[in-house]
């Protein structure tokens, strides 16, 4: 069964600084898709960013991009130029397909603080 | 965010009491899922319908019953529920087979059972 790790229960950052979020994996899968979602103080589960698995290139989207290392199984989220807006609790996905059905496994989650 | 819509967005119960959670989607999707999000634990995949039709059933107490009564909307019916039924309950939908498949999810119902 495919699990999630997210070994930093929480993390915080300067305004305007960059952050580092650790997710690892464990599958046995050679195609898949990786996901980040944010859930701010409002409960609202939001997609960040996403990663096919069969693409080399790391996803980008804005200030977040993800170090996808394919082997070693990891995928890290990188904040850049945090804000305020930013603070949340950080989810890494994994999603993997079933019985015809789509599931996605999640980690634990990080809470992200961004200080003033 | 307003493509999944949940209501209530808050609900306290007894747990003699009977009620029910709605999920809406707007977004053309054709499958629609149901997790739990409780304290200090991972999300909780709780039931999975594709096209109308459960494909996933997590092992969930009988006590949580889902309806799926067309690709746009979803409930969980819930009865005689237990103190350590409260959590957020989300609901997400997507599309399956679409070339960037991605769940989008609600804003919860925050539920409460005394």
């Known amino acids: 069964a495919q699990t999630v790790t997210q070994s930093q229960p929480e993390m915080s950052v300067q305004e305007a600084e960059t952050v580092t979020l650790s997710c690892t994996y464990d599958?046995?899968?050679?195609?898949?898709?990786l996901f980040w979602y944010k859930q701010p103080p409002s409960r609202q589960m939001i997609l960040v960013i996403r990663?096919?698995?069969?693409?080399?290139q790391n996803a980008t989207e804005n200030r977040f991009s993800v170090n996808f290392q394919k082997a070693a199984k990891s995928f890290s989220l990188k904040i850049s130029d945090s804000q305020l807006g930013d603070a949340a609790m950080y989810f890494c996905?994994?999603?993997?397909?079933?019985?015809?059905?789509?599931?996605?496994?999640f980690g634990k989650g990080t809470k992200l603080t961004v200080n003033p | 965010e307003t493509g999944v819509t949940q209501t209530p967005r808050h609900l306290v119960m007894g747990m003699t009491n009977k009620k029910s959670l709605k999920c809406e989607q707007h977004?053309?999707?054709?499958?629609m899922y149901w997790y739990k999000q409780s304290a200090k634990k991972p999300l909780e995949l709780m039931f999975v319908?594709?096209?109308?039709?459960?494909?996933e059933n997590n092992s969930v107490p009988s006590r949580f019953s889902p309806e799926c009564p067309n690709s746009s909307h979803l409930f969980l019916h819930l009865h005689t529920l237990q103190p350590e039924d409260s959590a957020l309950y989300l609901c997400?939908?997507?599309?399956?087979?679409?070339?960037?498949?991605?769940?989008?999810f609600g804003p919860g119902t925050r539920l409460l059972v005394l």
């Open positions: 990663q096919e698995a069969y693409k080399q």
């Open positions: 996905a994994y999603r993997t397909e079933q019985g015809g059905s789509e599931k996605l496994v």
């Open positions: 319908y594709s096209l109308e039709e459960r494909v």
């Open positions: 977004l053309g999707h054709n499958a």
């Open positions: 599958t046995s899968e050679s195609d898949y898709y």
């Open positions: 997400a939908s997507s599309h399956l087979g679409a070339v960037q498949e991605t769940q989008y």
